[in-house]
């Protein structure tokens, strides 16, 4: 099967500083991944996404950068808010399935 | 545009009973998929519908099943149910199969006694 992981578990950080997750994928014909959120009793939310064709995509206050040399993902959070608090999946599509890593839980300390 | 919704959102099932959960995707969405959550197992893929045929299944036994609907609602069954199904089972929406980017229900949480 596919291995989509994460780096670290948890991550906290000082509200105001930036955030950066990692995600590492095994399958170098994944052509597409993405970033979700996921907080308390919810369903992951999307929050950007990446072709396999780019190596930086930016969106409000999120950065995603792909480097397919060293098969790794990363999400960027600018200025992280308390509300940021929340888990984060990456995924990646391979072949006709997408393949989620187990999720990183950031935690926002005021 | 209302998200993609889930019924019910939560339920308790004694072992050997069956259970069958529901979704609508956004309204043109016509893909479903379907994905179980466990603690530290992350999002596991169960099967994807689109114009009412599975067009994809992932590694469970055939006691979960699932169907779509003309208007593309789809549900799932879990038949049998044992004290490991129990999760938070997700559904997602998409245009079509393989499109970029599937949305999320809040989920059902499934507890199995």
């Known amino acids: 099967g596919e291995s989509v992981g994460l780096h670290l578990p948890t991550l906290s950080v000082q509200e105001g500083d930036n955030s950066i997750i990692n995600c590492a994928y095994s399958n170098s014909a994944s052509d597409y991944f993405i970033w979700y959120k996921q907080e308390s009793g919810k369903g992951p939310q999307f929050i950007i996404d990446?072709?396999?064709?780019?190596d930086k995509r930016q969106g409000q206050r999120v950065t995603v950068l792909l480097n397919k040399t060293v098969k790794h993902l990363s999400l960027q959070i600018a200025a992280t808010q308390p509300g940021d608090s929340a888990v984060y999946f990456c995924a990646e599509r391979a072949g006709n399935q997408f393949y989620f890593g187990t999720g990183t839980s950031l935690t926002v300390i005021p | 545009k209302a998200g993609v919704t889930q019924t019910p959102r939560y339920l308790i099932k004694t072992r050997g009973q069956q259970v069958t959960l529901s979704c609508s995707p956004i309204s043109g969405h016509r893909s479903v998929s379907w994905y179980q959550q466990t603690p530290g197992q992350g999002l596991q893929f169960l099967f994807e519908y689109f114009s009412e045929t599975q067009r994809n299944k992932g590694n469970f036994p055939g006691r979960f099943s699932g169907r779509q609907f003309s208007n593309s609602r789809s549900e799932m069954n879990v038949s049998t149910l044992e004290l490991g199904d129990s999760a938070l089972y997700l559904c997602?929406?998409?245009?079509?199969?393989?499109?970029?980017?599937?949305?999320f229900g809040p989920g059902t949480r499934l507890t199995v006694l």
């Open positions: 997602a929406s998409s245009l079509a199969p393989r499109t970029d980017t599937q949305y």
């Open positions: 990446i072709r396999s064709n780019m």
